[in-house]
């Protein structure tokens, strides 16, 4: 069984409007929130990644679902189970990584420490909603574009070098350890479409996202492989293109939008049907539901 099929199965039991996206909307306070939870050995590995990585990318982690909810991050809560043999030293530079991720406009207001037989990160944060037209992935309309913020595959890519032991290239390993929030751009999308969008971030790959968003409009997502910006870096590896549509943890933003908005980079079109079209050079591909939920990551098999 796999995590989606957990959450049908929480949700319908709940049955509960809020769950679904990756923030829920709570209108009526005007805020957005979320929660997030790390796992040593299931998603990261203390051999490749230094504390105050951990930390930094622990907050990024959350801070991209505020950011494609449309809102504005602006509190955090921290939970950390802990070893016994963990130092003052780890904790100190694990909140350094946390703080220098909140910048100054976001603030760490609570949490829990406690201990533990390996490290458990859980981290809910907050957003704010006041003059923003807040997502959803079951928002997309038929005639807007795909958009995309950043570039992908790069986080995969520094995933397989540090499982081999390389060190190069750094900005490939960089994008794992170490991602952005791709705040500004769901900011500027919130305040710049006026009627109802999709968007999601690419935490669990690219094609995920699409997959996510046409399913859940009840859309065909038609998209140019093509056109989806990625670093010619990774094409060292064997089956590159997978990296850009299933490698995850780019945490950059995709968009359905107006064809008048002037931003972001254009990687398709909103149409009638069902799953992702993606169009190759010389052959184009329909992707359904499961189709994509055969490449995507599992953590219960871990």
Excluded at 68 to 82: D, E, K, R
Excluded at 145 to 173: D, F, T, W
Excluded at 225 to 234: A, L, V
């Amino acid at each position: 069984m796999k995590e989606k099929e957990f959450i049908n199965i929480i949700k319908d039991l709940l049955n509960s409007k809020y769950i679904g996206d990756d923030c829920a909307y709570l209108k009526d306070l005007g805020i957005t929130i979320t929660h997030d939870s790390l796992v040593e050995d299931i998603h990261f590995k203390m051999d490749y990644i230094t504390p105050y990585q951990l930390g930094y990318k622990s907050v990024m982690v959350n801070l991209s679902d505020i950011a494609a909810s449309g809102a504005q991050p602006a509190y955090l809560t921290v939970s950390l189970s802990i070893p016994s043999d963990i130092t003052k030293e780890w904790i100190k530079e694990f909140y350094e990584g946390c703080k220098i991720a909140c910048a100054n406009n976001i603030e760490i207001v609570g949490g829990d420490i406690t201990g533990s037989d390996k490290i458990y990160i859980s981290i809910c944060a907050i957003g704010k909603t006041k003059e923003r037209n807040i997502s959803s992935r079951k928002n997309a309309q038929i005639g807007q574009k795909v958009i995309v913020s950043g570039i992908h595959g790069s986080s995969a890519a520094g995933l397989k070098l540090l499982s081999k032991n390389q060190n190069e290239p750094h900005k490939l390993l960089k994008s794992h350890l170490e991602p952005k929030a791709q705040i500004e751009f769901g900011e500027y999308i919130a305040k710049n479409v006026n009627v109802q969008y999709a968007m999601m971030d690419t935490s669990d790959g690219l094609a995920e996202a699409l997959s996510t968003i046409a399913n859940e409009s009840n859309v065909l997502l038609e998209i140019d492989f093509d056109k989806i910006p990625h670093d010619e870096e990774i094409e060292i590896f064997k089956n590159w293109q997978d990296l850009v549509l299933f490698g995850g943890e780019d945490y950059q933003l995709v968009a359905t939008v107006p064809e008048e908005l002037n931003f972001g980079t254009k990687i398709g079109q909103v149409k009638t049907g069902l799953g992702v079209d993606i169009k190759y050079s010389d052959k184009k591909i329909h992707y359904t539901k499961s189709d994509i939920d055969k490449n995507i990551f599992n953590h219960f098999n871990q």
